[in-house]
């Protein structure tokens, strides 16, 4: 199906493990976000890609990293997961520029116990 | 303070009511506002946007623009059951790749 898709959809782990959130696009959109969502906060920007190889960090990056080698793909690493990553993950996508409408994946879920 | 600020609510009205809601900014680049509606586990879907200025209207949603006093606003006519969500407002500038979003307002509608 085309669109933009997230896995896992729910995930559990422990503190101080790595942990990987997959995000794939079928539009061949040039740019790509990570988002976090949490309570009394909404959607704040972790990192942004806007094309292959070029990324850059959002407000709330310390803790993650993320790579680029493919424009459909945008994994999201928490390198060493601490209880304060627990939160639920979007992935969007846009066709280009400042303007135009963000597409979002339905989220990924994470617990970090 | 956030760049962006909106009550999170919750705001429950009966089908049928008019239903206002409403974000500030502080950043006098934003040029682009939307309106984002969030079901429950489900991912944001742009609903509404708007460019500088002014109203856009589109079904039952107008939204609402006033630069100069840095406040955005969404009108739902007639809401129903099926507009029971999250609402979160959104921002953007020129030559800018970032979207900064508002917190969200949870709306129930009661039928």
């Known amino acids: 199906d085309a669109g933009i898709t997230q896995s896992p959809r729910y995930k559990i782990t422990e503190t101080g493990r790595q942990v990987t959130l997959m995000c794939h696009q079928t539009?061949?959109?040039?740019?790509m976000f990570w988002y976090r969502q949490d309570l009394g906060h909404g959607l704040r920007l972790i990192y942004y890609?806007?094309?292959?190889?070029?990324?850059d960090k959002g407000e709330v990056s310390d803790g993650y990293v993320v790579s680029r080698s493919k424009t459909e793909n945008f994994p999201l690493t928490l390198e060493s997961a601490t209880r304060s990553q627990t939160s639920v993950y979007f992935c969007?996508?846009?066709?280009?520029?400042?303007?135009?409408?963000?597409?979002f994946g339905e989220g990924s879920r994470l617990t970090v116990l | 303070q956030k760049e962006v600020e909106q009550d999170p609510g919750p705001l429950s009205v009966p089908e049928g009511a008019i239903v206002s809601l409403n974000c500030t900014y502080s950043?006098?680049?934003?040029?682009?506002f939307m309106w984002y509606r969030q079901y429950s586990r489900k991912g944001p879907e742009l609903l509404m946007y708007?460019?500088?200025?002014g109203n856009k209207e589109d079904g039952r949603f107008t939204a609402q623009v006033d630069k100069s006093s840095k406040y955005i606003s969404l009108f739902i006519r007639d809401s129903q059951p099926s507009d029971s969500a999250t609402y979160l407002c959104?921002?953007?500038?020129?030559?800018?790749?970032?979207?900064?979003f508002g917190a969200g307002t949870r709306l129930f509608v009661k039928a």
């Open positions: 969007a996508s846009r066709l280009g520029g400042s303007t135009g409408e963000l597409f």
């Open positions: 959104a921002m953007s500038g020129a030559g800018g790749f970032k979207t900064i």
């Open positions: 950043n006098s680049a934003f040029q682009y």
């Open positions: 708007t460019y500088s200025s």
């Open positions: 539009w061949s959109h040039s740019y």
């Open positions: 890609s806007a094309a292959a190889d070029i990324t």
